[in-house]
T-cell receptor
Framework: GQNIDQPTEMTATEGAIVQINCTYQTSGFNGLFWYQQHAGEAPTFLSYNVLDGLEEKGRFSSFLSRSKGYSYLLLKELQMKDSASYLCAVRDSNYQLIWGAGTKLIIKP | IAGITQAPTSQILAAGRRMTLRCTQDMRHNAMYWYRQDLGLGLRLIHYSNTAGTTGKGEVPDGYSVSRANTDDFPLTLASAVPSQTSVYFC????????????FGPGTRLTVL
């Protein structure tokens, strides 16, 4: 079967750095996505990785290791508005997205 | 219209009733998708359409049907609603570019009693 694993919940402090991990086992790999979802809202696109390495986009960075089936999302200089769920998704061999259950990130002042 | 719109925003429905969730996009994206999101689970694909006139089944298609008469609209129909279809439903479309990123509508919160 196909599986995406993420921690259910994480807590971090405003101004700090947090790393959200995602491990995957899928039939094929055609890219990995990270989305942000605030409570009661739609998921919004954050980042995309298809090759190994780090992609940086402002305060957010995403890393991929295809050989390890592993990715992480790194959030720097945390702000209260970063309190949200972060969803990891992998595009499989059928070109469909397989989604993790999401990591709820709680930011404390 | 800018992006993807969904209607209704929320709905309470009696079991056994028929219901159509509407989705419209103005981005001229070829591909569109319907997902359901339940607490503790990842988004699950119900149906998809790669282009107008074609549809396909996702992971959880039973009890749902879709049509794609044109590029902009992708309605989802529950022929006879059951309580297990209580969920938040998201419509999405993808841009077909190098990353083929999916963009989501605001969602419909459906409760079946």
């Amino acid at each position: 079967g196909q599986n995406i694993d993420q921690p259910t919940e994480m807590t971090a402090t405003e101004g700090a750095i947090v790393q959200i991990n995602c491990t995957y086992q899928t039939s094929g790999f055609n890219g990995l996505f990270w989305y942000q979802q605030h409570a009661g809202e739609a998921p919004t696109f954050l980042s995309y990785n298809v090759l190994d390495g780090l992609e940086e986009k402002g305060r957010f960075s995403s890393f991929l290791s295809r050989s390890k089936g592993y990715s992480y999302l790194l959030l720097k200089e945390l702000q209260m508005k970063d309190s949200a769920s972060y969803l990891c998704a992998v595009r499989d061999s059928n070109y469909q997205l397989i989604w993790g259950a999401g990591t709820k990130l709680i930011i404390k002042p | 219209i800018a992006g993807i719109t969904q209607a209704p925003t929320s709905q309470i429905l009696a079991a056994g009733r028929r219901m159509t969730l509407r989705c419209t996009q103005d981005m001229r994206h070829n591909a569109m998708y319907w997902y359901r999101q339940d607490l503790g689970l990842g988004l699950r694909l119900i149906h998809y359409s790669n282009t107008a006139g074609t549809t396909g089944k996702g992971e959880v298609p039973d009890g749902y049907s879709v049509s794609r008469a044109n590029t902009d609209d992708f309605p989802l129909t529950l022929a006879s609603a059951v309580p297990s279809q209580t969920s938040v439903y998201f419509c999405a479309s993808s841009d077909g570019g190098p990353t083929d990123t999916q963009y989501f509508g605001p969602g419909t919160r459906l409760t079946v009693l």
